[in-house]
């Protein structure tokens, strides 16, 4: 079966102060022993990134924040599909991308953990994909309901459980690793 | 704009005590209050149901827990539809289905929360369906991961605060009821 490595908006944007504090700081490194790995065993990788259609987004595509960051950053002939919505499957072609070339299995990482890979984790996992989530190699934010606030580290715990199991299999960055060889 | 009632997975395999302990034993009778109010309104009403594809659930087609609980039962006319995945999106026919109607909102509510509620309201607002999540007509159960059990309440909080603005509005059924007044 061929596995591709799916990094979701590992964008310069979310370092911006304005989303309040983050859980997972080594999420970042995680990604790149990710990326090196794929690249490494010859395994396509496939980048994601938002190109946000709100006008004040520090993700929207004029924006610096739009950039991937150094960690993440696509080498030439890595495909890079641009969403505007949360599910990197929704308007950009990427499910007919993935079944052209026979790619049946899919590693999820990236931000936020609840947003953007939640929704696209679980579109994977309903499309038939077989579905890992690396769970150390996603993060999210404090959130906020008429309750007070959720902290980061509460979202990722609820957001993992959510999927696991249903939509995906959760693994660590090492686990992952130790599977590749 | 045409707004449209959707009930997602109101279905008697919940009640069987494999699923664990549950959060708001008031859903049901919210749906019912909205399933009459969409009635007694004129605007149309969809029903979701789960076909389990699993040997043993019993969410299978074939199963006493796959009928509908009489609170949500469909009234001859009212279109159903089959699903074998979370999302009501995926594999039923039902964006095409609202397309072809004009129906560009969705009220939505039913079971669980977490799971096929969460991914049909985060692919109807991806979608671009003005989407309204009803918080007292949803219900969700205990979840178990590494760290232990949290509990339905908790899962039913951060279940609603991912999806609060980024996918869907969330209101309650009094709330819903007085818009469509």
Redesign the interface.
């Known amino acids: 079966m061929i596995t591709a490595l799916l990094l979701i908006d590992v964008q310069r944007a979310f370092d911006d102060p304005v989303w309040g504090p983050r859980n997972n700081p080594g999420a970042e490194a995680n990604i790149a022993r990710l990326l090196e790995a794929f690249r490494h065993a010859g395994k396509p990788v496939i980048h994601v990134k938002h190109d946000s259609a709100e006008p004040l987004s520090t993700l929207r595509p004029e924006a610096p924040g739009n950039a991937i960051k150094p960690e993440a950053a696509p080498l030439p002939g890595e495909p890079l599909f641009s969403k505007s ?3 990197a499957f ?1 308007g950009t072609g990427l499910e007919a991308y993935l079944r052209e070339r026979g790619i049946e299995g899919l590693v999820i990482a990236g931000i936020t953990t ?2 953007c890979v ?2 696209s984790t ?2 994977s ?3 038939g994909f077989q579905t890992t989530l690396v769970s150390d190699a996603c993060a999210t934010f404090d ?3 008429d ?1 007070g606030t ?1 902290p980061a580290e ?2 990722q ?6 999927l ?1 199991g ?2 995906a299999s959760i693994k660590s960055t090492d686990e992952v690793l130790a599977g590749l060889k």
Chains 1, 2 share one sequence.
């Open positions: 919505v949360n599910s929704i609840n947003h939640s929704t679980r579109m996992g309903n499309l959130f906020h309901d309750e959720i509460t979202m715990r609820i957001g993992l459980a959510e696991r249903e939509f």
